[in-house]
């Protein structure tokens, strides 16, 4: 005998950083067949954050405006990094993890 099955798995930020799925199936001879497989997840948040600079590019000096939206009970933070750091120091980007 074969077959075919298939689903779809929603991924949710508590499902970091690995998913295990396990499938069985129960055969007509009442044997039962299993398998288990992982898969890396991505660090994701659960609440949804925006940021918008008005306007979306300025020169130094020059007034913006920084707009940031996000769902009530979120924590947000804001750093101000200054693009020759990142350029200095390779790996010292800001990340899910800080």
Request: glycine share 4%; aromatic share 6%.
């Amino acid at each position: 005998n074969e077959g075919e099955v298939s689903f779809k798995l929603n991924v949710s930020p508590d499902m970091v950083p690995v998913i295990q799925v396990v499938a069985y199936a129960v055969l007509p001879s009442m044997n039962v067949i299993a398998h288990n497989a992982e898969f890396s997840t991505e660090k994701c948040f659960s609440n949804k954050v925006s940021l918008e600079f008005s306007p979306s590019s300025a020169v130094p000096g020059e007034e913006i405006k920084l707009q940031l939206t996000a769902q009530s009970d979120s924590l947000c933070g804001v750093s101000a990094i200054d693009q020759s750091v990142l350029i200095k120091e390779p790996g010292k980007t800001l990340d899910e993890d800080r």
